[in-house]
């Protein structure tokens, strides 16, 4: 279904693993993205962002204005499924059934630093690169991790350049599920703290993080925010205007 203009899919954290078990065990490629309240306002701004969303497999809804702006607007999603919490669910499934884990993304020393912490607790690492690389480098990155014979690769890039490197390769490099987890990385090797779970279900774990990392994310967050609430408030306006019959 679209919620705000955007591709989303109905479905919580079980039914989002049991993908991923389905995808690993047919060994038919997939794609997994996640919309938020960023990801709604760059849709808007930039329509072939939007397309490569809609190329996506599975997008789950990793942010919980997102998930409010969907019930208030009529189309309720059964949770938030937030990409560090979808890897941390995947990766300890995969230390009791053997997944091999290719990591992409980030600074060199925090995602060999994740390798290394990932594999002492009983992850089996198939290989891992950082996110530093330009777009002629893609092709032989996706054959990297064909060879690497990779069942789960997790992406941690930024938004665009994580969804267009994620639709644009996963398939052709016969990887069964690609993830996109964003800045996830910097998280799970203690780089930067995850806001508490108070502030995640109040939807402000973006003040939290404001706070860790304010020159860098102010003015994202203020231009942002302020556009996500416009959407939604257009939005709203316009179902407001809809015989009540013809709502959906």
């Not at 639709?167 to 998280?187: E, H, M, N, Y």
Request: aromatic fraction near 8%; charge should be neutral; hydrophobic fraction near 45%.
């Amino acid at each position: 279904m679209r919620v705000l203009g955007v591709p989303v899919d109905a479905v919580d954290m079980r039914g989002t693993l049991e993908w991923v078990e389905q995808r690993v065990k047919t060994r038919v490629s997939g794609t997994h993205l996640c919309v938020n309240a960023a990801n709604v306002v760059r849709a808007h701004d930039d329509p072939e962002y939007l397309a490569v969303l809609e190329r996506g497999d599975l997008i789950g809804s990793d942010g919980q204005p997102f998930v409010w702006a969907a019930r208030i607007l009529g189309h309720p999603l059964p949770e938030r499924v937030a990409g560090i919490d979808l890897m941390e669910q995947v990766l300890a499934r995969s230390r009791e059934v053997g997944w091999r884990i290719y990591l992409l993304g980030g600074r060199e020393h925090i995602v060999s630093k994740l390798a290394d912490q990932l594999s002492a607790e009983g992850v089996r690492i198939a290989g891992y690169r950082n996110g530093y690389f330009g777009t002629e480098d893609e092709a032989q990155i996706w054959a990297d991790i064909r060879d690497a014979e990779a069942e789960v690769v997790f992406v941690g890039m930024p938004t665009p350049a994580k969804e267009h490197f994620i639709v644009d390769g996963a398939s052709l490099a016969g990887v069964p599920v690609c993830i996109g987890v964003g800045g996830s990385f910097d998280v799970l090797v203690g780089e930067l703290r995850r806001a508490p779970g108070y502030l995640q279900r109040l939807g402000l774990e973006w003040l939290f993080r404001l706070a860790q990392e304010p020159r860098r994310l102010f003015a994202r967050y203020a231009v942002t925010n302020t556009k996500f609430l416009a959407i939604v408030a257009r939005a709203m306006l316009n179902r407001s205007r809809q015989p009540r019959a013809s709502r959906t």
